[in-house]
């Protein structure tokens, strides 16, 4: 049972990396199994629908995980405006964290769900809903937060979707300038953004 647990443990993590430094488009299933190690029947026992349920599978953990990372960050302190500002102040320093660590903002070891949106949003309503689902996860923790903070519901609704966009726009600017400018700038704007 080990081996049947590391073997797709193993699939994963090499579906994960190549998703993330090649795209999805670009990850072929040969290249998977050849740097997973793993037996050729593996995969389609594993992921009897192929690459796109094992890049489902990528997002559904990516997805966890990053809910999970923005929960225990927002959960420190009380107030709902310190707290996002504080968070996204935390992600400024996982800009220079190593490749191989989970909450490097470039880590090998979560999918990019922004790439694969952008490359699959307009060919595949699967892994389309997938990312959205992501995204709404990550945009209702900061909803709650608001609430727990005060907010009426309809303007915390509103202000979740427009921090959830924000940081998912800085994060791409970040990594593409190589610059944790616009991350610091979207964490000086909360305050305004979040004044009530």
């Known amino acids: ?9 193993r699939i994963i993590n090499t579906a994960t990396r190549l998703f993330q430094l090649q795209g999805y488009h670009a990850t072929g299933l040969n290249q998977i199994l ?8 593996s995969l389609y026992y594993y992921f009897p629908k192929g690459k796109e349920e094992l890049a489902l599978e990528c997002i559904n953990l ?8 923005i929960r225990e960050k927002l959960v420190k302190i009380d107030d709902p405006v310190e707290s996002i500002r504080n ?5 400024i320093g996982n800009t220079n964290l190593e ?3 989970k909450l490097s903002l470039n880590s090998i070891k979560i999918v990019s769900v922004n790439l694969i949106a952008l490359e699959t949003s307009s ?7 997938a990312c959205q689902s992501a995204f709404n996860t990550w945009r209702n ?3 709650e937060k608001l609430l727990e903070g005060g907010f009426n519901k309809e303007k915390a609704e509103t202000l979740g979707m427009v921090i ?4 998912e726009g800085a994060i791409v600017l970040s990594l593409t300038t190589k610059s944790d400018t616009p991350l610091l700038k979207i964490a000086e704007q909360i305050p305004f953004i979040l004044d009530q």
């Not at 060919?123 to 809903?129: I, P, S, V, W």
């Open 1 to 9: 049972m080990d081996e049947e647990i590391s073997t797709r443990d």
């Open 62 to 69: 990516t997805e966890v995980l990053v809910e999970k990372t």
């Open 87 to 91: 968070f996204i102040e935390e992600i």
């Open 34 to 41: 050849k740097e997973s190690n793993a037996p050729k029947g």
């Open 99 to 101: 490749k191989n660590e």
């Open 164 to 167: 959830e966009s924000m940081v």
């Open 123 to 129: 060919t595949n309503e699967t892994l389309r809903k």
């Open 141 to 143: 923790v900061y909803t």
